[in-house]
């Protein structure tokens, strides 16, 4: 058995590199909510990045362009820290970086031949500079000529760079020094060096750019300068190399584009036009260079495509035999598999995962626990572990890596969402005592007052304090500060039914800006329980013998 040879398919990385990080995100709040993930690890070609708990910024790999931002071009076999406040990172296959710092201010270093750090020149640099304000989310994109794209707070979507095929979507082919605006409503986004996908805040999923393999899923193989309507509910979406991977709001893990390496997970090798469905239970997914991870509810992480460097984290690897020329000896023409570890079909790699992000010939994982994990190809110290050794099981990098908490967005435009809450009949008990709180349901998952909840744990190991900012239209939590009451907490349970809407206000968790799913009822903000219990570790449990929600402070965290 042969297939195009190695050595090409590494010439050809810059190209189609695999950039993707994709977190556990909440659950679907409505049939066509969308969700938004913070990025808090992010791999590419060579170079790693990932933000701990306290907002710091490390880098490690590949720093020739000065993509690690520490003010030189020496790469680096173990991370550096380079800032503090960051809330979101990508890391660009063209040795590029970008960060969201906690003020949503974006900020931008590395190689920059085609514009795209944004910053109107085409000037490497290598300390950070910004870009813009009011940024939500950023992709730098699985390429090799440097193109991105950015999510503002109002949900417009900006992009900029090289414009190969189109994949900046503004119509045209033309590379963009500055950032010019695409749509509106847009609530997440992924792109490769070529091809572009962008959920818009009512779940429908919009393409556009190269579709040579059909990656972008409209059934066609035509190439697409301007946004094209592809499928509903959808909540999240990864697109790296020819390839796209879509999670639709029911779980279900869907496919299309290339499959050479059997990186579509559908048991084949052959390419897609059309989305084919993969897996259910799927929560995250993150496509690399021709091999895919993808976490599931429970917390498990899969991987399947191709193992040649054993990305794929199962303790193997693929392996060749090298063909070389008669005549130049030196020269790789091509090779012949001689153990094949590649896989066509999901495999089971390791639980407890939180995060991931996969790269080229390289992944990355954030366990429930904040540790870093990396495994696969080190040829430029990427893994982070001191060495340049391939890796083909997991090793442990770092603690303390940020877990972030993720946001659900509910389209203003377009059809319709009605949400609805309705009181909690559950019993609750905090440390073995019933407590009445007034929380409500909503879309299956309960929301407690934020304030209740503070005032209940105030004097455990958990409390924290409430803060308000009128001007700055901001709640601030503050952990293991006492609670300060300003009154009206713990009322009497509301009666019936209310209608409950986004919470606009910014949220910060000891002085970091995070994201929280909350809602406003009747004037007072509720929150998820299960996002508060992440962002303060105490433990959410369900009784479902008893028909009760358990708090525990003793206890940490612990994911559904």
Same mark, same amino acid.
């Given at each position: 058995?042969?297939?195009?040879?190695?050595?090409?398919?590494?010439?050809?990385?810059?190209?189609?590199?695999?950039?993707?990080?994709?977190?556990?995100?909440?659950?679907?709040?409505?049939?066509?909510?969308?969700?938004?993930?913070?990025?808090?690890?992010?791999?590419?070609?060579?170079?790693?990045?990932?933000?701990?708990?306290?907002?710091?910024?490390?880098?490690?790999?590949?720093?020739?362009?000065?993509?690690?931002?520490?003010?030189?071009?020496?790469?680096?076999?173990?991370?550096?820290?380079?800032?503090?406040?960051?809330?979101?990172?990508?890391?660009?296959?063209?040795?590029?970086?970008?960060?969201?710092?906690?003020?949503?201010?974006?900020?931008?270093?590395?190689?920059?031949?085609?514009?795209?750090?944004?910053?109107?020149?085409?000037?490497?640099?290598?300390?950070?500079?910004?870009?813009?304000?009011?940024?939500?989310?950023?992709?730098?994109?699985?390429?090799?000529?440097?193109?991105?794209?950015? &999510?503002? *707070?109002? !949900?417009?979507? @900006?992009?900029?760079?090289?414009?190969?095929? +189109?994949? /900046? $979507? #503004? %119509? =045209?082919?033309?590379?963009?020094?500055?950032?010019?605006?695409?749509?509106?409503?847009?609530?997440?986004?992924?792109?490769?060096?070529?091809?572009?996908?962008? &959920?818009? *805040?009512? !779940?429908?999923? @919009?393409?556009?750019?190269?579709?040579?393999? +059909?990656? /972008? $899923? #409209? %059934? =066609?193989?035509?190439?697409?300068?301007?946004?094209?309507?592809?499928?509903?509910?959808?909540?999240?979406?990864?697109?790296?190399?020819?390839?796209?991977?879509? &999670?639709? *709001?029911? !779980?279900?893990? @869907?496919?299309?584009?290339?499959?050479?390496? +059997?990186? /579509? $997970? #559908? %048991? =084949?090798?052959?390419?897609?036009?059309?989305?084919?469905?993969?897996?259910?239970?799927?929560?995250?997914?993150?496509?690399?260079?021709?091999?895919?991870?993808?976490?599931? *509810?429970? !917390?498990?992480? @899969?991987?399947?495509?191709?193992?040649?460097? +054993?990305? /794929? $984290? #199962? %303790?193997?690897?693929?392996?060749?035999?090298?063909?070389?020329?008669?005549?130049?000896?030196?020269?790789?023409?091509?090779?012949?598999?001689?153990?094949?570890?590649?896989?066509?079909?999901?495999?089971?790699?390791?639980?407890?995962?939180?995060?991931?992000?996969?790269?080229?010939?390289?992944?990355?994982?954030?366990?429930?626990?904040?540790?870093?994990?990396?495994?696969?190809?080190?040829?430029?110290?990427?893994?982070?572990?001191?060495?340049?050794?391939?890796?083909?099981?997991?090793?442990?990098?770092?603690?303390?890596?940020?877990?972030?908490?993720?946001?659900?967005?509910?389209?203003?435009?377009?059809?319709?969402?009605?949400?609805?809450?309705?009181?909690?009949?559950?019993?609750?008990?905090?440390?073995?005592?019933?407590?009445?709180?007034?929380?409500?349901?909503?879309?299956?998952?309960?929301?407690?007052?934020?304030?209740?909840?503070?005032?209940?744990?105030?004097?455990?190991?958990?409390?924290?304090?409430?803060?308000?900012?009128?001007?700055?239209?901001?709640?601030?939590?503050?952990?293991?500060?006492?609670?300060?009451?300003?009154?009206?907490?713990?009322?009497?349970?509301?009666?019936?039914?209310?209608?409950?809407?986004?919470?606009?206000?910014?949220?910060?968790?000891?002085?970091?800006?995070?994201?929280?799913?909350?809602?406003?009822?009747?004037?007072?903000?509720?929150?998820?329980?299960?996002?508060?219990?992440?962002?303060?570790?105490?433990?959410?449990?369900?009784?479902?013998?008893?028909?009760?929600?358990?708090?525990?402070?003793?206890?940490?965290?612990?994911?559904?």
């Amino acid at each position: 058995m042969t297939k195009k040879t190695f050595w090409k398919k590494l010439l050809v990385i810059t190209l189609s590199i695999a950039l993707s990080v994709t977190i556990l995100p909440l659950a679907t709040q409505a049939a066509s909510a969308a969700v938004r993930t913070p990025m808090t690890i992010s791999t590419v070609e060579g170079h790693s990045m990932a933000i701990k708990a306290d907002g710091s910024l490390w880098t490690w790999g590949s720093n020739s362009s000065g993509q690690l931002g520490d003010g030189t071009t020496t790469s680096r076999l173990a991370p550096v820290k380079v800032m503090d406040g960051v809330i979101s990172v990508s890391a660009g296959a063209n040795n590029l970086s970008l960060a969201i710092k906690s003020d949503g201010s974006l900020w931008a270093w590395g190689f920059n031949n085609n514009g795209q750090l944004g910053d109107g020149t085409t000037v490497a640099k290598t300390t950070p500079v910004k870009i813009m304000d009011a940024v939500a989310f950023v992709s730098a994109g699985a390429s090799g000529y440097g193109s991105v794209m950015a &999510i503002k *707070t109002d !949900g417009s979507l @900006w992009a900029w760079g090289r414009n190969s095929s +189109g994949v /900046l $979507g #503004d %119509g =045209t082919t033309e590379n963009r020094l500055l950032p010019v605006k695409i749509m509106d409503e847009v609530a997440s986004v992924s792109h490769s060096s070529t091809h572009t996908m962008a &959920i818009k *805040t009512d !779940g429908t999923l @919009w393409a556009w750019g190269n579709n040579n393999s +059909g990656q /972008l $899923g #409209d %059934g =066609t193989t035509e190439t697409r300068t301007t946004p094209v309507n592809v499928m509903d509910g959808v909540t999240s979406v990864s697109a790296r190399a020819a390839c796209t991977m879509v &999670i639709k *709001t029911d !779980g279900s893990l @869907w496919a299309c584009g290339s499959n050479y390496n +059997g990186q /579509l $997970g #559908d %048991g =084949t090798t052959t390419d897609r036009h059309t989305p084919v469905k993969v897996m259910d239970g799927a929560q995250s997914v993150s496509i690399g260079h021709n091999h895919v991870l993808a976490v599931k *509810t429970d !917390g498990s992480l @899969w991987a399947w495509g191709d193992n040649v460097f +054993g990305q /794929l $984290g #199962d %303790g193997k690897s693929t392996k060749y035999e090298f063909i070389y020329d008669k005549d130049e000896p030196k020269l790789i023409v091509d090779e012949i598999i001689i153990e094949n570890n590649n896989k066509l079909s999901p495999s089971k790699v390791m639980d407890g995962v939180c995060a991931v992000s996969a790269g080229a010939f390289y992944s990355m994982a954030v366990k429930t626990d904040g540790s870093l994990w990396t495994w696969g190809r080190n040829r430029y110290g990427q893994l982070g572990d001191g060495t340049t050794e391939d890796r083909i099981s997991p090793v442990k990098i770092m603690d303390s890596v940020k877990i972030p908490i993720m946001v659900g967005l509910v389209s203003t435009t377009g059809p319709e969402i009605t949400l609805l809450g309705t009181p909690t009949a559950s019993t609750v008990l905090v440390n073995g005592e019933k407590v009445a709180f007034d929380a409500y349901n909503i879309s299956g998952n309960n929301y407690f007052k934020l304030r209740d909840l503070a005032f209940v744990l105030s004097g455990t190991e958990k409390q924290f304090e409430v803060g308000w900012d009128s001007s700055a239209n901001a709640i601030s939590l503050t952990s293991s500060e006492v609670y300060t009451p300003v009154g009206g907490e713990m009322a009497a349970k509301g009666a019936g039914n209310k209608t409950p809407t986004p919470t606009g206000s910014k949220i910060f968790l000891d002085g970091k800006e995070v994201v929280l799913t909350a809602y406003n009822i009747d004037g007072y903000n509720y929150f998820k329980l299960r996002d508060v219990g992440q962002a303060f570790d105490f433990g959410v449990d369900w009784d479902s013998a008893n028909s009760t929600i358990v708090i525990d402070t003793s206890k940490g965290y612990t994911p559904e």
